[in-house]
T-cell receptor
Framework: AQTVTQSQPEMSVQEAETVTLSCTYD???????LFWYKQPPSRQMILVIR??????QNATENRFSVNFQKADKSFSLKISDSQLGDTAMYFC???????????????FGTGTLLAVQP | GAVVSQHPSWVICKSGTSVKIECRSL??????MFWYRQFPKQSLMLMAT?????????EQGVEKDKFLINHASLTLSTLTVTSAHPEDSSFYIC???????????FGPGTRLTVT
C-alpha cells in the first residue's frame, strides 16, 4: 500500500522569504501522480501543483516549484517570495491512475501548517 | 476551472435524525466522486468512492449503512448520514474526478454538527 509522509507538522516563514515543505512517499508503482494541495482557513482545498512521475522535469507554477526525486521517493514544495495569503495547511498527495472503480484515489499526507509572518 | 459545489455548507441536526449532503459538479461531468471526512487540524480521510450508476466503494472501517452514498448522475452525488450522533460531527468534503486531467476538484465542504 502507498503511504505519504510529511514530517513537518508546522513551519513558519517571513514574508518575501523562501520556504521548503518536505514530503516522502512509498510505492512500488512506476506510473503515478503527485500533488500539493493548499487548504486555507476557509477549508477549501486548492491544487497548488502537480507532477507526473514519468516526467523528469520538475513542475513549476509561478512562485511554487517542486523538487521531485523519484529514486528517493521525495517530493518537496518550494514557495518563493512568500506572501501572507500563503498561510494555510499544505497537503502532499499521491495518486495511482487507473481505469475507474476504486483507483484514482488520493492518498494524503498528514499536512504541514505554514504560517507566513509579516 | 472546474467548479464543485456542496450543499448545505453548514448544518445542525438533532441526534437520531438523518441529514443529506449534496455534491454537484457544475461545469463538467464527473465519472467518479469521492467523499472525505476531516477533523480539526487533521488530514482528509477518504470515506468512499462513488461511480455514477453503481454502488459506492467504502473504505475499511466506514459503516456503509450509516453513510449512504448515491451517485444519481454524472453531476450529482449525495451523502446521507443516517441516525446521526454527536460523534458524527465533522467537516465533510466531496471531490469530483473527470478522468481527463487526473485532477480531483474539491467542493467547499460541509460542517455537520449533531446536538
Amino acid at each position: 500500500a502507498q503511504t505519504v509522509t510529511q514530517s513537518q507538522p508546522e513551519m513558519s516563514v517571513q514574508e518575501a522569504e523562501t520556504v521548503t515543505l518536505s514530503c516522502t512517499y512509498d510505492t512500488s508503482e512506476n506510473n503515478y501522480y503527485l500533488f500539493w494541495y493548499k487548504q486555507p482557513p476557509s477549508r477549501q482545498m486548492i491544487l497548488v501543483i502537480r507532477q507526473e512521475a514519468y516526467k523528469q522535469q520538475n513542475a513549476t507554477e509561478n512562485r511554487f516549484s517542486v523538487n521531485f526525486q523519484k529514486a528517493d521517493k521525495s517530493f518537496s514544495l518550494k514557495i518563493s517570495d512568500s506572501q501572507l495569503g500563503d498561510t494555510a495547511m499544505y497537503f502532499c498527495a499521491f495518486m495511482k491512475p487507473g481505469g475507474g472503480g476504486a483507483t484514482n484515489k488520493l492518498i494524503f499526507g498528514t499536512g504541514t501548517l505554514l504560517a507566513v509572518q509579516p | 476551472g472546474a467548479v464543485v459545489s456542496q450543499h448545505p455548507s453548514w448544518v445542525i441536526c438533532k441526534s437520531g435524525t438523518s441529514v443529506k449532503i449534496e455534491c454537484r459538479s457544475l461545469d463538467f461531468q464527473a465519472t467518479t466522486m469521492f467523499w472525505y471526512r476531516q477533523f480539526p487540524k487533521q488530514s482528509l480521510m477518504l470515506m468512499a468512492t462513488s461511480n455514477e450508476g453503481s454502488k459506492a466503494t467504502y473504505e475499511q472501517g466506514v459503516e456503509k449503512d450509516k453513510f449512504l452514498i448515491n451517485h444519481a448522475s454524472l453531476t450529482l452525488s449525495t451523502l446521507t448520514v443516517t441516525s446521526a450522533h454527536p460523534e458524527d460531527s465533522s467537516f465533510y468534503i466531496c471531490s469530483a474526478y473527470s478522468g481527463i486531467s487526473y485532477e480531483q476538484y474539491f467542493g467547499p465542504g460541509t460542517r455537520l454538527t449533531v446536538t
